[in-house]
């Protein structure tokens, strides 16, 4: 049985999500999914502002930031063909509320060291036997290889998430196997505040993850699965989740 090792998350969040994804369903999209998409596509895009900022006043890399955000509102439709089929209302809004984080995001790129998110390559394809998966980003930290993740939802006060965490490390035993190398660290770009923070890939992440990719298995295997009630309210496969079966 293949795993991907972008189910790992969405495993941790809710069992019920990870097996409709898994047999074929696809999430409901809404704005909150367009938001979602379109902010990752701009994520990619910040060491090209980077790249230009002189380092002086974040004013400018406001400017930089909003330039790089207009070539994805351009590109967006033909890197997503959903955002062909959105209303121009919905369209504007995601939009919108994207050039409204411009003010903190720049603030807080302007502090990190821009070569840590400029990519050696990006959506690079990663296999073994058991999982596979796309990594964003591999990245030069500290000189040596690391895989970095593009996450759109908020950071933690300190570190990162530990599904982030999981995933991450996921990825960096990947690129060991298919580099043959030692990865020592691992990265994940917060996004949508402009946040970057890496941190060791340890042995007992290592561990969760073969503990991780075990149960995902076995939840596969079985007939039934557990509901993350909490995630409910916000989930983008709540019209199909078989409610009776709780």
Request: charged share 30%.
């Amino acid at each position: 049985m293949h795993i991907k090792v972008s189910y790992m998350p969405i495993y941790l969040k809710c069992q019920r999500m990870f097996r409709l994804l898994v047999v074929g369903h696809e999430y409901e999209m809404n704005v909150g999914l367009l938001l979602h998409l379109a902010q990752k596509e701009w994520g990619l895009r910040y060491p090209r502002a980077l790249k230009e900022f002189d380092g002086s006043q974040t004013s400018e890399l406001e400017k930089l930031l909003l330039e790089t955000l207009g070539g994805v509102k351009h590109d967006i439709s033909h890197i997503h063909p959903v955002f062909r089929d959105v209303e121009k209302e919905d369209f504007e809004q995601v939009f919108q509320t994207l050039e409204k984080r411009i003010p903190e995001i720049s603030c807080n790129l302007a502090l990190i060291d821009a070569r840590s998110i400029f990519p050696v390559q990006t959506d690079v394809f990663l296999s073994s036997k058991e999982i596979s998966g796309v990594v964003d980003k591999i990245v030069i930290i500290d000189g040596s290889y690391a895989p970095s993740l593009i996450k759109t939802h908020p950071p933690p006060s300190v570190g990162v998430w530990k599904a982030d965490r999981l995933q991450a490390t996921a990825y960096a035993m990947l690129l060991e196997d298919e580099m043959d190398i030692r990865i020592e660290k691992a990265q994940i770009e917060y996004v949508s505040s402009g946040i970057v923070r890496d941190f060791p890939v340890k042995t007992a992440d290592r561990r969760n993850v073969i503990k991780c990719l075990e149960d995902m298995k076995a939840t596969l295997e079985q007939e039934r699965d557990n509901r993350n009630e909490k995630m409910c309210g916000s989930c983008y496969l709540r019209r199909i989740c078989k409610w009776d079966d709780d």
